[in-house]
């Protein structure tokens, strides 16, 4: 029987009970040399199973459906799959008699009724555990907000502290927002002339890219400059520095207001 072999950890994994696909590797052939599997090809693939559409993973059950090759040897069925979809291909595939043989050094299974409800169980698990893991990451980021903590990446004028897990005023920056509200509140600008000056006074995002005339009204509404968090759709107090007055910020959201107004009549 013609096997083959499939090594796969995410980048996004940090669970260092996982091998390295190079480890993977290794354990995987030498469990091949031990059990006399004839191997006929080798796939390794750096990317998530949680959502369908792995390329290699598809490759390798092309291969399958081709004849090329009746078994697969994994580490162990997370490996192969991590949601209902492509766990369902592969019993499918088992049902349809294409896939003969799954090897694990870390699992048992055999084509059986039991080695199949084993390894439903085995799937639905890899499942659960990412499930898990989405929801507690949502129940993280909720907390975080409520305790006044932005989860996300910084609006330009701050700075993503990674040691406090705060955010700080970049003081820089932090001056130039100020002064872009206060040129918009006169009523004497425009988006395209406000991110002319931006240019001209070397304030840039905090990729370090121009701000383009679309991010002026992504600026000029962000209620984060006035201490305040909208996450969700709902509004939550934030333990940051407030770059602008309340005042300033409402004196232009009503020059917004009035030009959108202008133009639909």
């Known amino acids: 029987m013609k096997y083959i072999i499939y090594a796969r ?19 995987l052939r030498e469990f091949a040399a031990k059990e006399k599997l004839e191997i006929v090809a080798s796939f390794r693939e750096a990317k998530t199973a949680k959502e369908p559409g792995r390329t290699k993973f598809a490759e390798m059950l092309s291969l399958i459906e081709k004849g090329e090759a009746e078994g697969i040897l994994s580490w162990h069925p997370d490996r192969l799959a991590r949601n209902s979809v492509d766990g369902e291909k592969i019993i499918h595939m088992i049902d349809r008699g ?9 699992f ?4 059986t009724p039991q080695g199949l409800f084993m390894l439903n169980i085995a799937f639905g698990q890899s499942k659960y555990f990412v499930d898990n893991l989405r929801e507690n990451t949502k129940k993280g980021l909720r907390q975080k907000i409520r305790n006044g903590v932005w989860p996300g990446w910084a609006p330009v004028g701050y700075l993503n502290n990674l040691k406090t897990k705060m955010i700080d ?37 905090n990729l370090g890219k121009d701000i383009s005339t679309s991010n002026i009204p992504i600026i000029l509404q ?40 202008d133009q639909r009549d």
């Not at 294409?98 to 870390?106: A, C, E, G, Q, R």
């Not at 940051?240 to 009503?254: G, N, T, V, Y």
């Open 9 to 27: 950890k995410s980048t996004e994994d940090d669970n260092r009970q996982i091998l390295s696909i190079e480890s993977q590797l290794t354990e």
């Open 98 to 106: 294409l896939i003969k043989s799954l090897k694990f050094p870390t």
């Open 108 to 111: 048992w299974f055999e084509p």
């Open 169 to 205: 005023v970049d003081f820089e920056k932090a001056l130039k927002i100020k002064k872009l509200f206060e040129l918009y509140a006169t009523g004497k600008h425009t988006f395209n002339s406000l991110a002319n000056w931006c240019r001209e006074h070397n304030l840039k995002g």
């Open 222 to 261: 962000n209620i984060f400059y006035i201490g305040l968090m909208k996450y969700n759709g709902e509004i939550f107090e934030g333990k940051h520095k407030p770059l602008i007055s309340k005042k300033l910020f409402d004196r232009a959201q009503e020059i917004l207001k009035q030009r959108r107004q």
